[in-house]
């Protein structure tokens, strides 16, 4: 197997991992708030808000020694230009769910579900080519 196709397939494996760190947190803490008598307008946009932050650590740190491979410590340079542009990435995905739900009246599982698909090929050449090039 050549070593791009291999890369991709620990992509996905990785993005998948992500994906479920994400939704599990967005989920479980969605529930909670709204049992908490948070309005559904909010609780949905404060659970992405918690749910992306642990996600995108989860994923720095997959991405970095699982899909990429790379081992030589850059410091914490690496993380913030990591982080920086999955915030930007991660505030697109923020209004295509506020899309999705506000204006489409799609789920708030579905409205994240279809987020978090751009979301994902996005941040694969994102990260393949500006962070662990």
């Not at 642990?54 to 914490?76: M, P, R």
Request: aromatic letters at 22%; proline letters at 1%; a positive charge.
């Amino acid at each position: 197997m050549n070593k791009q196709l291999l890369e991709s397939i620990r992509y996905l494996v990785m993005g998948v991992l992500t994906t479920l760190v994400n939704y599990v947190i967005y989920h479980a803490l969605d529930l909670l708030l709204q049992k908490q008598s948070i309005s559904p307008f909010f609780s949905y946009k404060i659970s992405y808000g918690v749910a992306f932050f642990l996600a995108v650590v989860f994923a720095y740190y997959g991405n970095k020694f699982f899909v990429f491979q790379k081992t030589e410590k850059k410091g914490i340079q690496e993380f913030i230009s990591f982080f920086s542009l999955r915030v930007f990435s991660g505030i697109a995905s923020f209004f295509l769910l506020v899309f999705f739900v506000d204006i489409l009246h799609f789920s708030h599982g579905l409205g994240w579900l279809g987020s978090s698909v751009i979301n994902l090929v996005g941040n694969y050449f994102a990260s393949k080519f500006l962070i662990f090039k």
